[in-house]
Nanobody, 123 residues
Framework: QVQLVESGGGLAQAGGSLRLSCAAY????????MGWFRQAPGKEREFVAA????????YYADSVKGRITISRDNAKNTLYLQMNSLKPEDTAVYYC????????????????WGQGTQVTVSS
């Protein structure tokens, strides 16, 4: 089992920045990829970014390319999401997830999920 704990959410102004963290606990040696998803009120959960744990290959949703960077610190078993040039439409609960179960990272079928952290961007 892997437990994921997000932190770093909060309130930001449009154009500002936030960095989210996701700490992994438990059987972290079994983690091979992690991702960030977000869910706005009344909308489906959507893919934001993913990263392979060993090679560090990254994948991004088109809507966030150039503004958001996913990274990881293997020694700390921690995943990050650096968000810049924030927009009101980035407002959502952000979830980290580990070990995708489908053939592509955008599919929300991941084995482990965190509890989510709220990001609110004011205009």
């Amino acid at each position: 089992q892997v437990q994921l704990v997000e932190s770093g959410g909060g309130l930001a102004q449009a154009g500002g920045s936030l960095r989210l963290s996701c700490a992994a606990y438990g059987r972290t040696s079994s983690v091979y990829a992690m991702g960030w998803f977000r869910q706005a009120p009344g909308k489906e959960r959507e893919f934001v970014a993913a990263i392979t744990w060993i090679g560090g290959t990254t994948y991004y949703a088109d809507s966030v390319k150039g503004r958001i960077t996913i990274s990881r610190d293997n020694a700390k078993n921690t995943l990050y999401l650096q968000m810049n040039s924030l927009k009101p439409e980035d407002t959502a609960v952000y979830y980290c997830a580990a070990n995708p179960q489908a053939n592509y990272y955008e599919n929300p079928k991941y084995a482990y999920w965190g509890q989510g952290t709220q990001v609110t961007v004011s205009s």
